[in-house]
């Protein structure tokens, strides 16, 4: 291979324009792309014009269906039926009501709370009673925290349990108040 000293800026397809030219091949399956902390960026510049073509009417093959040109490489683009976008958000970082009423008409919303569950059945899986952790009930003070939190805040502000998942040892949960649940509060 020769190598050359040149900086190439051709446009080069992104996961996203991956991911449908996959679909529209293989229509007969499902795919799926996830955007993390959706609610944290700027939905205007992360779709763009882009934000019209996931609404499920106005997919590929649907009565509504659009396409756009792509700005760079010019290529046509549209999303393929089969692609199911998912986007998380923490409201403690910004409120569902602050959330752009663009993505709002987009996108079905489903509050996943924290879980004291998912801790204790983390904790079983590990062979861990998360009842009594070197003398410390972790389901209780979990609870108790997120009760207290609840009360002087609001629900938008709950502790998550995923901070707790690798609590195993006493040392491991004073570390996740002093390093995590401490900060978060202040």
Same mark, same amino acid.
């Given at each position: 291979?020769?190598? !050359? $000293?040149?900086?190439?800026?051709?446009? /080069?397809?992104?996961?996203? #324009?991956?991911?449908?030219? /996959?679909?529209?091949?293989?229509?007969?399956? $499902?795919?799926?792309?996830?955007?993390?902390?959706?609610?944290?960026?700027?939905?205007?510049?992360?779709?763009?014009?882009?934000?019209?073509?996931?609404?499920?009417?106005?997919?590929? =093959?649907?009565? =509504?269906?659009?396409?756009?040109?792509?700005?760079?490489? $010019? /290529?046509?683009?549209?999303? *393929?039926?089969?692609?199911?976008?998912? =986007?998380?958000?923490? !409201?403690?970082?910004?409120?569902?009501?602050?959330?752009?009423?663009?993505?709002?008409?987009?996108? /079905?919303?489903?509050?996943?709370? *924290?879980?004291?569950?998912?801790?204790?059945?983390?904790?079983?899986?590990?062979?861990?009673?998360?009842?009594?952790?070197?003398?410390?009930?972790?389901?209780?003070?979990?609870?108790?925290?997120?009760?207290?939190?609840?009360?002087?805040?609001?629900?938008?502000?709950?502790?998550?349990?995923?901070?707790?998942?690798?609590? !195993?040892?006493?040392? #491991?949960?004073?570390?996740?108040?002093?390093?995590?649940?401490? *900060?978060?509060?202040?």
């Amino acid at each position: 291979i020769e190598s !050359t $000293k040149s900086i190439d800026y051709s446009p /080069k397809p992104g996961v996203f #324009k991956l991911l449908c030219d /996959k679909a529209a091949i293989h229509s007969e399956k $499902k795919y799926a792309i996830f955007i993390d902390e959706i609610n944290r960026g700027n939905i205007s510049e992360i779709f763009g014009e882009l934000i019209s073509l996931i609404e499920v009417d106005k997919r590929a =093959g649907e009565h =509504g269906a659009l396409s756009a040109i792509l700005p760079y490489s $010019k /290529k046509l683009l549209s999303i *393929p039926s089969n692609i199911h976008v998912y =986007g998380t958000m923490n !409201t403690a970082d910004r409120s569902i009501d602050q959330i752009d009423i663009a993505l709002r008409r987009r996108f /079905k919303f489903k509050p996943m709370l *924290p879980s004291s569950k998912v801790i204790k059945q983390e904790m079983e899986l590990k062979g861990i009673d998360a009842h009594n952790i070197d003398g410390i009930d972790l389901i209780r003070l979990f609870e108790t925290l997120n009760a207290r939190i609840e009360l002087l805040l609001d629900s938008q502000h709950l502790i998550g349990h995923a901070l707790f998942l690798w609590a !195993t040892t006493s040392e #491991k949960i004073a570390g996740v108040i002093k390093n995590s649940v401490i *900060p978060l509060l202040e």
